[in-house]
């Protein structure tokens, strides 16, 4: 079916627990304290551990690269960190809910291809955690 | 604890070269929750066009922090590490990133702000193959108290 401005992308959730935010401080070599230690996190003023800025975004892509089956496809993507997604030391943690719809699409380049502008939108607890999330990708001339 | 002003618009010398393991991308998928089969099968990786495994877009925000944190944890710099929040970060590709790139960063200090209380600075990351093929761009505000 041919993308169209309005569209919306099929929606995705995932659960952050702690473990979650060690596992991504390993895998982005990102450890910083306040996203593992509660101890330090309330030390600088913040209410619990938070998860990293980076996870969050990253997981809100996931919602552009399940739609177009490429990673490459990205050709940009911003976001900013409006409020952060406060993790709990229980086995639930928190939830990321994210859904995004295409805002805006180019016409096709000579050689077909089109980009879309993906507009974003991540909450946790029902508040949204991303401001300004917007990837751009670009469609193949056959999409 | 004050950041130091002369930093702004300069560029610090290039990193030494980044270069991206197959099994740092599968970790980094893992981590996100990622299953693409392109980011931790090469084969099925190859099948779709890519030379080999292919990053997250997200993927360069690690390994550019990683030479943001030695800017901001050096002591001449005089940034208040402790007390920093990511304000934003964005990523402009030329191209994706694969396993077996080897990435040179450069980092740019855009900009240093002080208002309300807090210390905002823009931070760029130009990001090239040790041939000198532009990679992609990071942007990042980084925000700390001021004392």
Redesign the interface.
């Known amino acids: 079916m041919t993308p169209a401005v309005g569209d919306e992308l099929a929606p995705l959730t995932?659960q952050f627990t702690r473990a979650?935010l060690v596992?991504?401080a390993?895998?982005?070599?990102?450890f910083?304290p306040i996203h593992w230690s509660e101890r330090f996190a309330r030390g600088?003023?913040l209410p619990d551990v938070i998860a990293?800025?980076?996870?969050t975004?990253?997981?809100a892509?996931?919602l552009?690269?399940a739609w177009t089956?490429?990673?490459?496809a990205?050709?940009?993507?911003?976001?900013?960190?409006t409020r952060?997604v406060v993790v709990p030391d229980d086995d639930t943690g928190a939830t990321l809910e994210v859904t995004g719809k295409i805002g805006a699409l180019s016409e096709p380049d000579e050689s077909g291809e089109r980009i879309a502008r993906v507009d974003i939108t991540a909450s946790s607890e029902g508040r949204t955690v991303l401001?300004?999330a917007v990837?751009e990708v670009r469609l193949p001339a056959d999409s | 604890m004050s950041p130091d002003l002369s930093y702004v618009g300069k560029a610090l010398p290039p990193s030494a070269p980044y270069v991206v393991g197959r099994e740092?991308l599968r970790?980094?998928a893992?981590?996100?929750?990622?299953t693409?089969p392109?980011?931790h099968d090469v084969a099925a990786a190859r099948a779709?066009g890519?030379p080999d495994l292919?990053?997250?877009?997200?993927f360069p925000?690690?390994?550019t922090?990683?030479v943001m944190m030695e800017l901001l944890g050096d002591p001449d710099f005089g940034w208040d590490f402790?007390?920093?929040?990511?304000?934003?970060?964005?990523?402009?590709?030329q191209?994706?990133v694969y396993a077996g790139d080897e990435l040179v960063t450069t980092l740019h200090v855009d900009d240093l702000r002080t208002r309300a209380g807090s210390h905002f600075l823009s931070l760029r990351c130009e990001v090239a193959t040790v041939d000198g093929e532009a990679v992609l761009t990071t942007?990042a505000t980084l925000v700390t108290q001021a004392a």
């Open positions: 995932m979650d596992r991504y390993g895998a982005s070599t990102d910083n600088v003023g990293h800025g980076m996870l975004m990253a997981v892509g996931r552009v690269t089956g490429d990673q490459g990205i050709r940009s993507y911003s976001a900013r960190f952060p401001g300004k990837a | 740092k970790e980094f893992s981590a996100i929750g990622e693409d392109c980011c779709a890519h292919i990053a997250p877009p997200t925000g690690s390994f922090m990683a402790d007390r920093m929040v990511h304000g934003d970060q964005g990523i402009r590709f191209r994706p942007n």
